[in-house]
C-alpha cells in the first residue's frame, strides 16, 4: 500500500498522511488515529511508513504530571506504570506543563503516547493540550470533556454518594467541608451534597457548608464554630485530605469523640487512613484503577480502535471503616438513644421500691425465644424493683383478642403496660384507652397510629438500622468471598416500622458498600408461612441467585424448606434473630451462614428501666434502640450464650464439634465440654 491508497482509505489528503508520519505539521487526533489505522491494518508498511517508524512505534509512553507530592496523584503514576509494563512499554514521567518543553521532548523522543494528569486545583493549561499531535489521554473532569477519549472523574457522584450514605444512616445535621481552590469541582460537589439532601427530604442549610478557600485555611476557630451551637452536625463530610487530617487533630484537641458524637467521611484516601483512630470511612477513588484505565484508553487510540473518543467516566467507591455511625430512628423519626441513659441512681431505686407500683405484658404472640427474653428481662429489673408483674398475654397475632386482652389488663388497673401491637391500626383505640386511663405505656419496637411522644413513655426495640446493616454486611462479605453475585430478598409486607427499616437498611448496604453485587429479585410476605411459596417461585423464576436475605428467622426456616423442595440448598441464606433451628443449620455447615442477633433480654431489661423511670416522674427519650449482635458460624457458642442467657445445647457444640474433624480446641470448643 503507498502513500495515495493510504490517504484514499483514511479519507485524507496525501499531505496529511506525511504530516502524521513525519510529524511536520500539526495534524487533528481524529484524522491523526484514522492514518494511523489504516496503516496498522494493510498486510505490509510500505517503504516511507518504515523509515518512520520511530514516530509510531516508540515504546515509550510519557506521562506528564504536575503534582508529585499527592497521594492521589502518585498512584495514579504506579497505576500507569504497572500496565505501561504489562503492555511492554517503558514509562517516562515529565514532572512539568511547560508546552515548549513538551513539543521538544515528542519532537526528539517521539513516544508512543502521552498521559496527561490534570491536578484537580490547576488544570486550566493542561486541556489546551488535548491537540498534540500524538496520541493522548487527559485525566481530568466532566467539565473538560469534549469526546476526546478522556478519563473523567466523576466528583459530583462522589459528593452525593457520601451524603446519601450518612443520611441513610440517620444523619440529617450534615457538613460539608470544601478545600479545594477550583471553582469548578467545587461546585459539581457542592451540587452532589444539595442534590443527596433534598433527595432526602432534608432541607439545605448554608451554615453547614465550610468553604476552606475563603477562610484562613484550618485556622483555630474555623471547625470550632460548627460545634458550639444545639444544632450541631452529626456528620461531616471532608472534601480533602489535609481537611480530614486537621479534623482528627481538632477532635483530639476538644476531646471529640468519632463518630460518637460526630461521624467523619473522607473524599480522599491517604496512607495510613486505615491505621489511625478511628480508621476512616471514605468516599473515595482509586487512583490505581484510573492509572490502568488510561493506558488502556490510550492503547485505545494508538491501535485506532472504534470508540476511542469516547470518555471513560470513573466513579467512586464508598469503603465503611470506623469513624461513621448509624444513628437509629424511631417509628416518628426520632433519634435513637443508648439504654445508659435509663440508668437509676440508689435514691431513685429506693423511691420506686417503696410505692408498690404494678405492671402487665401483652405481647402480640409469644412462645418463642425473643418473647421468652423480652419477658425475663423486664421481670427481672421489675423483680429488683418491687414491681409487680399482674399478667402476660399473648394475642397470638389477633388484632381482636390484643384488644379484649387489654380491657382485662386495664380491669386489673397496672400502673405500667409494656406491649407490642399486633397491629399498628386495629388496636390504636385499645391503645388510647390505655393512655387516657393514666397507664404508662411503654411499647415494644412499634407506635399504634395515631399515638404522639407525648401518649406514650417510650419505644424500645433494637436498633434495626444497624440491625439490616450487620445482615446486609454478613451476606455481602460472604457472597463475595466467596466469588459469588447475585442476590434475592425477601422482604416483610406488613406496615411495621421495624422490619421495614430493618429491610431497606439491607438494600442501602449491598447497594453501597458491594456494588459487584446484584439484586435480581424482590418479592414480600404478610404471613410467614407464605414464605415458602414466595421463596419457592422466587428461586423457579430466577435460578442464577446465589444468596437469600430474609426478614427474620421463622420465614427463613419457610425459605430454607422451599430451598430443600428445590433441591437447592447450595444457596446462601442471612437473616436476623437468633433461635435453635437456624443455629443448628449454621453449626452444621447449613445454608444459613449468619445473621444479626436482637438482644432480647436487654431489651426487656429497657422496657422495665424506662417504665420505671416513669414511674418516678423522669423524662427520658422517646426511642430507645439497643445495639444489635452479629453472628457467624465463629462465634455461634458465645453469641448463644450471650444472646439466650443459657449454655448452648449439646446438640449444636457436637454439630460445630463435627464440622472441625473433632477439633473440638479449634475456635474455643473445647471451652464447653
Same mark, same amino acid.
Given at each position: 500500500?503507498?502513500?495515495?491508497?493510504?490517504?484514499?482509505?483514511?479519507?485524507?489528503?496525501?499531505?496529511?498522511?506525511?504530516?502524521?508520519?513525519?510529524?511536520?505539521?500539526?495534524?487533528?487526533?481524529?484524522?491523526?488515529?484514522?492514518?494511523?489505522?489504516?496503516?496498522?491494518?494493510?498486510?505490509?508498511?510500505?517503504?516511507?511508513?518504515?523509515?518512520?517508524?520511530?514516530?509510531?512505534?516508540?515504546?515509550?509512553?510519557? &506521562?506528564?504530571?504536575?503534582?508529585?507530592?499527592?497521594?492521589?496523584?502518585?498512584?495514579? /503514576?504506579?497505576?500507569?506504570?504497572?500496565?505501561?509494563?504489562?503492555?511492554?512499554?517503558?514509562?517516562?514521567?515529565?514532572?512539568?506543563?511547560?508546552?515548549?518543553?513538551?513539543?521538544?521532548?515528542?519532537?526528539?523522543?517521539?513516544?508512543?503516547?502521552?498521559?496527561?494528569?490534570?491536578?484537580?486545583?490547576?488544570?486550566?493549561?493542561?486541556?489546551?493540550?488535548?491537540?498534540?499531535?500524538?496520541?493522548?489521554?487527559?485525566?481530568?473532569?466532566?467539565?473538560?470533556?469534549?469526546?476526546?477519549?478522556?478519563?473523567?472523574?466523576?466528583?459530583?457522584?462522589? !459528593?452525593?454518594?457520601?451524603? =446519601?450514605?450518612?443520611?441513610?444512616?440517620?444523619?440529617?445535621?450534615?457538613? @460539608?467541608?470544601?478545600?479545594?481552590?477550583?471553582?469548578?469541582?467545587?461546585?459539581?460537589?457542592?451540587?452532589?451534597?444539595?442534590?443527596?439532601?433534598?433527595?432526602?427530604?432534608?432541607?439545605?442549610?448554608?451554615?453547614?457548608?465550610?468553604?476552606?478557600?475563603?477562610?484562613?485555611?484550618?485556622?483555630?476557630?474555623?471547625?470550632?464554630?460548627?460545634?458550639?451551637?444545639?444544632?450541631?452536625?452529626?456528620?461531616?463530610?471532608?472534601?480533602?485530605?489535609?481537611?480530614?487530617?486537621?479534623?482528627?487533630?481538632? @477532635?483530639?484537641?476538644?476531646?471529640?469523640?468519632?463518630?460518637?458524637?460526630?461521624?467523619?467521611?473522607? @473524599?480522599?484516601?491517604?496512607?495510613?487512613?486505615?491505621?489511625?483512630? +478511628?480508621?476512616?470511612?471514605?468516599?473515595?477513588?482509586?487512583?490505581?484503577?484510573?492509572?490502568?484505565?488510561?493506558?488502556?484508553?490510550?492503547?485505545?487510540?494508538?491501535?485506532?480502535?472504534?470508540?476511542?473518543?469516547?470518555?471513560?467516566?470513573?466513579?467512586?467507591?464508598?469503603?465503611?471503616?470506623?469513624?461513621?455511625? &448509624?444513628?437509629?430512628?424511631?417509628?416518628?423519626?426520632?433519634?435513637?438513644?443508648?439504654?445508659?441513659?435509663?440508668?437509676?441512681?440508689?435514691?431513685?431505686?429506693?423511691?420506686?421500691?417503696?410505692?408498690?407500683?404494678?405492671?402487665?405484658?401483652?405481647?402480640?404472640?409469644?412462645?418463642?425465644?425473643?418473647?421468652?427474653?423480652?419477658?425475663?428481662?423486664?421481670?427481672?429489673?421489675?423483680?429488683?424493683?418491687?414491681?409487680?408483674?399482674?399478667? /402476660?398475654?399473648?394475642?397470638?397475632?389477633?388484632?381482636?383478642?390484643?384488644?379484649?386482652?387489654?380491657?382485662?389488663?386495664?380491669?386489673?388497673?397496672?400502673?405500667?403496660?409494656?406491649?407490642?401491637?399486633?397491629?399498628?391500626?386495629?388496636?390504636?383505640?385499645?391503645?388510647?384507652?390505655?393512655?387516657?386511663?393514666?397507664?404508662?405505656?411503654?411499647?415494644?419496637?412499634?407506635?399504634?397510629?395515631?399515638?404522639?411522644?407525648?401518649?406514650?413513655?417510650? &419505644?424500645?426495640?433494637?436498633?434495626?438500622?444497624?440491625?439490616?446493616?450487620?445482615?446486609?454486611?454478613?451476606?455481602?462479605?460472604?457472597?463475595?468471598?466467596?466469588?459469588?453475585?447475585?442476590?434475592?430478598?425477601?422482604?416483610?409486607?406488613?406496615?411495621?416500622?421495624?422490619?421495614?427499616?430493618?429491610?431497606?437498611?439491607?438494600?442501602?448496604?449491598?447497594?453501597?458498600?458491594?456494588?459487584?453485587?446484584?439484586?435480581?429479585?424482590?418479592? =414480600?410476605?404478610?404471613?410467614?408461612?407464605?414464605? @415458602?411459596?414466595? &421463596?419457592?417461585?422466587?428461586?423457579?423464576?430466577?435460578?442464577?441467585?446465589?444468596?437469600?436475605?430474609?426478614?427474620?428467622?421463622? +420465614?427463613?426456616?419457610?425459605?430454607?424448606?422451599?430451598?430443600?423442595?428445590?433441591?437447592?440448598?447450595?444457596?446462601?441464606?442471612?437473616?436476623?434473630?437468633?433461635?435453635?433451628?437456624?443455629?443448628?443449620?449454621?453449626?452444621?455447615?447449613?445454608?444459613?451462614?449468619?445473621?444479626?442477633?436482637?438482644?432480647?433480654?436487654?431489651?426487656?431489661?429497657?422496657?422495665?428501666?424506662?417504665?420505671?423511670?416513669?414511674?418516678?416522674?423522669?423524662?427520658?427519650?422517646?426511642?430507645?434502640?439497643? !445495639? +444489635?449482635?452479629?453472628?457467624?458460624?465463629?462465634?455461634?457458642?458465645?453469641?448463644?450464650?450471650?444472646?439466650?442467657?443459657?449454655?448452648?445445647?449439646?446438640?449444636?457444640?457436637?454439630?460445630?464439634?463435627?464440622?472441625?474433624?473433632?477439633?473440638?480446641?479449634?475456635?474455643?470448643?473445647?471451652?464447653?465440654?
Amino acid at each position: 500500500m503507498n502513500i495515495k491508497e493510504i490517504a484514499k482509505k483514511a479519507g485524507v489528503s496525501v499531505a496529511t498522511v506525511s504530516h502524521v508520519v513525519n510529524k511536520t505539521r500539526y495534524v487533528s487526533t481524529e484524522l491523526t488515529e484514522r492514518v494511523i489505522k489504516v496503516i496498522n491494518e494493510s498486510d505490509g508498511q510500505p517503504n516511507f511508513v518504515l523509515r518512520n517508524m520511530k514516530a509510531l512505534k516508540s515504546d515509550v509512553i510519557l &506521562c506528564l504530571v504536575e503534582n508529585l507530592l499527592d497521594y492521589f496523584y502518585i498512584n495514579i /503514576v504506579k497505576g500507569i506504570q504497572s500496565k505501561s509494563e504489562e503492555n511492554g512499554y517503558d514509562m517516562v514521567v515529565l514532572n512539568s506543563f511547560n508546552k515548549s518543553l513538551l513539543r521538544e521532548y515528542v519532537r526528539l523522543e517521539k513516544p508512543r503516547g502521552i498521559i496527561i494528569i490534570a491536578d484537580k486545583n490547576n488544570d486550566g493549561e493542561i486541556f489546551k493540550m488535548k491537540d498534540i499531535n500524538i496520541p493522548n489521554v487527559i485525566i481530568g473532569h466532566a467539565r473538560n470533556s469534549t469526546q476526546n477519549g478522556s478519563i473523567i472523574i466523576d466528583y459530583y457522584g462522589s !459528593a452525593y454518594k457520601a451524603a =446519601n450514605h450518612v443520611i441513610k444512616n440517620g444523619h440529617e445535621r450534615v457538613c @460539608f467541608i470544601n478545600e479545594l481552590r477550583n471553582g469548578y469541582i467545587h461546585n459539581q460537589m457542592l451540587m452532589g451534597y444539595k442534590d443527596a439532601l433534598r433527595n432526602n427530604g432534608i432541607p439545605f442549610d448554608p451554615v453547614l457548608v465550610i468553604d476552606l478557600e475563603s477562610s484562613n485555611p484550618f485556622g483555630n476557630d474555623i471547625f470550632e464554630d460548627i460545634f458550639i451551637t444545639e444544632s450541631r452536625p452529626t456528620a461531616l463530610l471532608s472534601a480533602g485530605g489535609q481537611a480530614t487530617k486537621e479534623l482528627l487533630k481538632f @477532635f483530639n484537641n476538644k476531646y471529640i469523640k468519632c463518630p460518637d458524637d460526630v461521624s467523619l467521611v473522607s @473524599f480522599n484516601e491517604f496512607e495510613l487512613i486505615d491505621m489511625v483512630n +478511628p480508621a476512616i470511612t471514605t468516599v473515595a477513588f482509586d487512583p490505581l484503577q484510573i492509572g490502568i484505565k488510561s493506558v488502556e484508553k490510550l492503547n485505545e487510540k494508538i491501535n485506532g480502535v472504534e470508540h476511542a473518543s469516547h470518555d471513560t467516566v470513573i466513579s467512586s467507591r464508598l469503603t465503611v471503616r470506623n469513624s461513621t455511625q &448509624c444513628i437509629g430512628r424511631g417509628p416518628l423519626g426520632e433519634k435513637a438513644e443508648s439504654p445508659e441513659v435509663l440508668d437509676l441512681t440508689p435514691s431513685e431505686i429506693d423511691l420506686i421500691r417503696s410505692g408498690s407500683y404494678t405492671a402487665a405484658i401483652s405481647f402480640h404472640y409469644s412462645g418463642i425465644a425473643w418473647a421468652r427474653l423480652h419477658e425475663k428481662g423486664i421481670k427481672d429489673v421489675f423483680s429488683d424493683l418491687g414491681v409487680k408483674v399482674l399478667a /402476660v398475654t399473648d394475642a397470638h397475632f389477633d388484632p381482636e383478642l390484643q384488644i379484649k386482652q387489654h380491657a382485662s389488663i386495664l380491669a386489673m388497673n397496672p400502673d405500667v403496660l409494656i406491649s407490642i401491637p399486633a397491629d399498628e391500626v386495629l388496636t390504636e383505640q385499645s391503645y388510647r384507652e390505655v393512655v387516657n386511663k393514666g397507664v404508662k405505656l411503654v411499647l415494644i419496637n412499634n407506635v399504634p397510629n395515631g399515638l404522639q411522644q407525648e401518649d406514650y413513655v417510650s &419505644c424500645v426495640s433494637v436498633n434495626e438500622r444497624q440491625n439490616g446493616q450487620t445482615a446486609g454486611r454478613i451476606l455481602g462479605e460472604y457472597l463475595s468471598t466467596n466469588n459469588k453475585k447475585k442476590i434475592g430478598l425477601l422482604l416483610h409486607g406488613a406496615p411495621f416500622f421495624a422490619t421495614k427499616q430493618r429491610d431497606t437498611a439491607v438494600q442501602q448496604v449491598l447497594s453501597e458498600e458491594f456494588p459487584e453485587l446484584e439484586i435480581v429479585a424482590i418479592d =414480600n410476605f404478610i404471613s410467614r408461612k407464605k414464605t @415458602f411459596d414466595k &421463596c419457592y417461585e422466587m428461586i423457579k423464576n430466577h435460578p442464577e441467585i446465589e444468596g437469600l436475605y430474609v426478614s427474620w428467622d421463622a +420465614p427463613a426456616q419457610e425459605a430454607l424448606n422451599a430451598l430443600r423442595e428445590l433441591n437447592r440448598e447450595d444457596i446462601s441464606i442471612v437473616t436476623a434473630d437468633l433461635d435453635s433451628d437456624v443455629a443448628l443449620n449454621m453449626a452444621k455447615g447449613g445454608p444459613i451462614k449468619g445473621l444479626s442477633a436482637q438482644r432480647p433480654y436487654e431489651q426487656g431489661r429497657a422496657m422495665a428501666l424506662a417504665a420505671a423511670n416513669a414511674l418516678i416522674g423522669k423524662k427520658i427519650p422517646s426511642f430507645i434502640g439497643v !445495639a +444489635p449482635y452479629k453472628i457467624t458460624r465463629d462465634n455461634l457458642l458465645t453469641g448463644w450464650q450471650d444472646i439466650l442467657r443459657e449454655r448452648p445445647p449439646k446438640e449444636l457444640i457436637k454439630a460445630l464439634k463435627n464440622m472441625r474433624g473433632g477439633d473440638v480446641k479449634k475456635e474455643g470448643i473445647d471451652a464447653w465440654y
